[in-house]
């Protein structure tokens, strides 16, 4: 199949192959932030921690370990990259972090998508 398209070419009516792009791309600095936070999420253990935290509504860093199998200094640095990333916010109840996700920046992620 190599050099063989599999989708064929439509002509419009003005003689180009396909219609016009209707915006502009992302601008180079949202392109960055979102980048930086892509990054953040490109761990499966970042991934699976906010699933967790997510489901969860509101979740203390001791309740993290089991379900991930890691230890808590782990824990803590997964939790630091997601909240330096906008989509993490903890609070500190006693010796424990307690982890919310920050519903706007997720929206933010999906709206930048679409």
Known sequence: MMGTRRF?????????????LSRAPL???????LA?????????????????????GEVCSCDLEEPLGRSQ?????????LAD???LTGEKVGRWMVWRVV????AALRA???
Do not use: M, N, Y
């Open 8 to 20: 064929p070419l439509v002509r419009l009516d003005d003689g180009v192959c396909c219609k016009p």
């Open 27 to 33: 601008g180079e600095a949202d392109a960055a932030e």
């Open 36 to 56: 930086r936070v892509f990054a953040a999420l490109a761990d499966p253990i970042r991934l699976r921690l906010l699933s967790l935290v997510a489901e969860g």
């Open 73 to 81: 200094p782990t824990i803590s640095h997964h939790t630091r990259a």
């Open 85 to 87: 990333a906008g989509l």
């Open 103 to 106: 519903p706007e920046r997720l």
């Open 112 to 114: 930048a998508l679409s």
